[in-house]
């Protein structure tokens, strides 16, 4: 399968997976996992997998700034 540019494949393993798990058999299908830059949490995975540190740090605080945000506007102090 290939990647577009772009894209930030997290996990791939295109012929499946099988395990036998003490006698317990697990066929998996194919699995593909791909973090969507656009999305907050796929922007996250993506600068941790794919990206470097800075993208990480600035992906975290976009986060934290989101929730800050959400509190305010709830009006609910959830700290301790």
């Given amino acids: 399968m290939t990647t577009p540019p772009g894209e930030c494949v997290v996990l791939d393993i295109p012929q499946g997976l099988r395990l036998d798990l003490l006698g317990l058999v697990v066929e998996v299908g194919q699995v593909r996992i791909v973090a969507d830059r656009a999305g907050l949490l796929g922007g996250l995975i993506a600068s941790l997998t794919c990206g470097g ?26 700290r301790p």
């Fill in 53 to 78: 540190g800075a993208a990480a740090a600035q992906s975290l605080e976009a986060m934290a700034q989101m929730l800050r945000s959400q509190e305010q506007a709830g009006g609910v102090d959830q």
